[in-house]
T-cell receptor
């Protein structure tokens, strides 16, 4: 069966520090991968999606970047964090080439910027 | 925006009662999906209804879709305390899903 792992679960970082969040998927090949941010009590904002290794699409201009160095690995990064980067970050995957199919989410990373 | 909007924003019911949540959207869709999110966790896919379907059931869940009104509803029957969570509808876009802001359901034991 397929599983998705996200880490760390929680992270507290000072303003201006770098960021690296990692997401890995097991049990499937060439998945579509997604990074979302969820503000408290709000819906999900799509940040990035990827249909293959090295292929990244950005939905919202921002202080963050994403990379997909391996088929089932998706990384969210920042060189210098802002206070506004605080939030709950979720990684998800869906079947290759099927954007209208169910997405499967990790348990998220709670990021607090001080 | 293609984003779905859930109504109500919050709902509190007694255990055993039914809970109904609604979702409205603005553009044509391929399908509509409902997800559940427990506090501090990721979203879990509950059910998908295609644009040519009007009703779908899964266990205690019943979803309806009215494409002429661009709306959907999720009914949870015989609610349990464990159903306490946020529920989101998601509509299909060209490259991804668009999620609403959710309905926060509290089931009181």
């Amino acid at each position: 069966s397929q599983t998705i792992h996200q880490w760390p679960a929680t992270l507290v970082q000072p303003v201006g520090s770098p960021l690296s969040l990692e997401c890995t998927v097991e049990g499937t090949s060439n998945p579509n991968l997604y990074w979302y941010r969820q503000a408290a009590g709000r819906g999900l904002q799509l940040l990035f999606y990827s249909v293959g290794i090295g292929q990244i699409s950005s939905e919202v201009p921002q202080n963050l970047s994403a990379s997909r160095p391996q088929d089932r690995q998706f990384i969210l990064s920042s060189k210098k964090l802002l206070l506004s980067d605080s939030g709950f970050y979720l990684c998800a995957w869906s079947v290759s080439g099927q954007f209208n199919q169910p997405q499967h989410f990790g348990d998220g990373t709670r990021l607090s910027i001080l | 925006s293609q984003q779905g909007e859930e109504d109500p924003q919050a709902l509190s019911i007694q255990e055993g009662e039914n809970a109904t949540m609604n979702c409205s959207y603005k553009t044509s869709i391929n399908n509509l999906q409902w997800y559940r999110q427990n506090s501090g966790r990721g979203l879990v896919h509950l059910i998908l209804i295609r644009s040519n379907e009007r009703e779908k059931h899964s266990g205690r869940l019943r979803v309806t879709l009215d494409t002429s009104k661009k709306s959907s509803s999720l009914l949870i029957t015989a609610s349990r305390a464990a159903d306490t969570a946020s529920y989101f509808c998601a509509t299909t876009g060209a490259n991804n899903l668009f999620f609403g802001t959710g309905t926060r359901l509290t089931v009181i034991p």
